[in-house]
């Protein structure tokens, strides 16, 4: 079994040619030997998600559960459409779906106006997370929950399992609740939304930049630093990088595609 990261999505809420909005996966994965087995959790799936799981080879019937970190369109809006495509591709296993608290109200709602994957043959199982949650199963990992500042209540995900510490932050502006999400973790996939030079922006609207994403992965003791929600009509990945790597030599900039094994 060896485990990795996928990045299906890596933009911000500005639309780009290059990236699709948040969708990350965390993939487990067997190799036989003619073969190989996937299983993957799903961190956030914003619009159009489906697609872009499509153009890794990856089939969204491997995904056992998903994680949203909050309701901003670009991280939620694609999860109905991915589970029309496991309907059309007759899944049968469960599916868990993990939120901050009016997942369930937002699931229904949808279900009812849209009348999604209506004939399923498969489970939904929509579970609300507090903030604050800990060890929560999650296929093979334990998850625990902490409470980002952001403009709306956003859920950052701590993700262990015997392997390794995974931190993802979903959106948020720097807080000591960071920290705490990737003390010590073998990678911390931060936001870095904003440029330093535009860091009032990103206070207004409760982002980071590259530059305190590195600070909080300096602090914590992160070993490896991912950013990712990145605005690439803005600035380039080179641009991002050197912003930010004097204080953290160990960052890379996500883009659409990209495997990290873990
Ligand atoms: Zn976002
Ligand atoms: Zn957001």
């Known amino acids: 079994m060896s485990n990795l990261i996928r990045f299906f999505g890596t933009s911000a809420a500005a639309p780009s040619l290059k990236r699709g909005f948040a969708c990350i996966g965390l993939v487990e994965e067997e190799k036989h030997r003619s073969s190989r087995e996937e299983n993957i959790v799903l961190l956030d799936c914003g619009d159009g998600s489906i697609r872009k799981i499509m153009e890794t080879k990856t089939s969204c019937l491997s995904i056992s559960d998903i994680l949203i970190t909050h309701f901003h369109s670009d991280h939620l809006s694609g999860l109905a459409q991915v589970i029309e495509s496991m309907d059309i591709q007759k899944r049968t296993r469960e599916l868990n779906v993990f939120g901050p608290k009016g997942l369930e109200e937002y699931f229904a709602q949808i279900q009812r106006t849209t009348c999604i994957a209506s004939k399923r043959k498969f489970i939904i199982n929509v579970s609300e997370l507090d903030t604050g949650t800990k060890g929560v199963k999650v296929s093979d990992h ?94 380039t990945e080179e641009g991002i990088v050197s912003e930010c790597k004097t204080i953290y030599p160990m960052v890379r900039v996500a883009r659409d595609g990209l495997e990290i094994p873990l």
């Open 142 to 235: 334990k998850v625990s929950t902490f409470e980002m500042q952001h403009t709306i209540s956003c859920l950052g995900y701590r993700i262990e399992n015997s392997d390794f510490v995974l931190a993802y932050t979903g959106d948020t502006e720097p807080c000591v609740e960071v920290l705490n999400l990737s003390e010590g973790a073998d990678l911390l996939i931060h936001e870095a939304t904003f440029l330093q030079k535009d860091i009032d922006k990103a206070r207004s609207s409760k982002h980071s930049t590259p530059l305190e994403a590195a600070g909080d992965a300096e602090k914590s003791g992160t070993r490896n630093l991912v950013l990712t929600h990145i605005n690439d009509n803005y600035e």
